[in-house]
């Protein structure tokens, strides 16, 4: 690390020294070589994965367009399961026809009935699938002598083949364990760590890049509250974020965000290290939380910050303290005290959702407390090196070399789509090994 270090002081210091023709030659090669080792680590990548998918399917040929071949093993304990859930729907049915069922029975019966009906719909499109399929089959056995519908048949079995693949693969997902909080919005919030003011510009860019990339969503993104620093970066900022399936696809974002780069401050264009906190919590209401009056506390008192006359003249800043926890959450964002205490119990409840969830399977999540950690730069599942252009996820081990495309929310994907692939893998073998 210390050569490493040194390399990069003297490469400076060369850099300096170059005339602006040198200059853009050097860059246009430095680029170049970025964009190779992009395009190398991509491959390997794909070859990784590939890798992975063949631990727990059958290595069978597969058109790029087809899902993978699920292996006979998954594919038993995949019919086992079925079958088991064809006959809860069946009694479930029986207890909602019953005209004597009890209230309570028949809302306990129509609610599991809607959470299975996903999975007996694709049960049913799949039988569809296997006698269309198995029709096929018998149409090419008596068509050998007529060519032409012979190639329409075999066509048309390749096609039902490979949606037959893919509707069972739909039916894996179904039966792996869920977080019922994937499909609602999300609560973002920011904050600066270890690194002084840098961390604080570093912590308004992350910000920037969730709001960026909500956008190309199509996500509806909701700034909540801003806290900014004497450089204008941000000490602290929220965001409600809404839209299909939000939290389930930000919720690999929590975490500490390292970034390394020669801040504004830097005199001498030396790298400086900092660390910015990143926390995604599912969205909740009173109903989720029971959330009762008489435990909260709201406190109101003039805004600080710009504003303006009107900020510093009226008491529209709004604080919430839930007293059983003793959470608190202070919003000043908004002129109108109605609206801070609207977005502050938004968050309250965002809150002390993840802490229910987090008490009841805490398995399925770290507490929030390890989310953020200690906010220290060792902490970290990705690093953002500003003068080598790249981006690096450390849990999958993601490389990007177009640290702009990631920063403008062009390229975050690339690490959303592989940790949530990452997700399904791991999900796929605890499928397997706990039959």
Request: some cysteine; overall charge neutral.
């Amino acid at each position: 690390m210390g050569n490493g270090g040194g390399r990069l002081r003297r490469l400076n210091r060369c850099v300096m020294l170059l005339t602006d023709t040198d200059f853009q030659k050097f860059r246009s090669h430095y680029v170049d070589v970025g964009r190779q080792l992009e395009q190398k680590h991509l491959q390997f990548l794909n070859k990784q994965q590939i890798l992975l998918r063949r631990r727990f399917f059958s290595s069978s040929t597969r058109t790029a367009e087809s899902q993978p071949q699920l292996s006979p093993d998954i594919i038993n304990i995949m019919e086992r399961k079925l079958n088991a859930i064809e006959t809860r729907h069946a009694h479930l049915q029986v207890v909602l026809n019953q005209p004597d069922a009890l209230p309570d029975e028949y809302s306990t019966a129509n609610k599991e009935l809607k959470k299975l009906r996903h999975t007996i719909d694709l049960m049913t499109e799949l039988r569809k699938k296997h006698s269309e399929i198995d029709g096929l089959k018998l149409l090419i056995a008596e068509t050998q002598d007529d060519k032409d519908m012979y190639q329409m048949a075999s066509e048309e079995l390749g096609q039902a083949s490979d949606e037959e693949k893919r509707l069972r693969y739909m039916l894996l997902k179904s039966l792996l364990p869920k977080d019922d909080a994937d499909e609602r919005d999300c609560i973002l919030e920011v904050r600066a760590g270890s690194g002084g003011e840098e961390a604080s510009l570093f912590a308004m860019d992350i910000f920037k890049m969730y709001e960026k990339y909500s956008l190309k969503k199509g996500w509806n993104f909701e700034i909540l509250d801003v806290a900014e620093s004497d450089l204008k970066g941000y000490k602290e900022a929220s965001a409600a974020i809404s839209g299909a399936d939000v939290f389930g696809k930000l919720k690999f974002e929590s975490g500490i965000h390292r970034v390394q780069r020669v801040p504004v401050t830097e005199k001498a264009g030396r790298v400086h290290t900092s660390a910015v906190s990143v926390v995604i919590l599912p969205q909740a209401d009173q109903v989720d939380v029971h959330l009762r009056n008489e435990d909260l506390k709201i406190d109101t008192y003039r805004s600080g910050g710009s504003g303006g006359q009107h900020a510093n003249t009226t008491n529209s800043a709004v604080r919430v303290t839930h007293i059983p926890t003793g959470l608190t959450v202070a919003i000043q964002d908004e002129r109108s005290q109605h609206q801070n205490k609207a977005k502050a119990l938004k968050v309250l409840c965002a809150k002390l959702y993840e802490m229910e969830r987090s008490r009841a399977d805490a398995s399925r999540s770290r507490l929030r407390a390890e989310q953020i950690g200690s906010g220290d730069r060792s902490e970290r599942i990705r690093t953002y090196n500003f003068p080598q252009g790249r981006v690096t996820d450390h849990r999958v081990g993601i490389t990007s070399h177009s640290i702009d495309g990631v920063m403008e929310g062009e390229h975050l994907d690339m690490f959303v789509n592989a940790l949530i692939l990452q997700q399904e893998m791991d999900a796929i073998a605890s499928f397997t090994s706990g039959q």
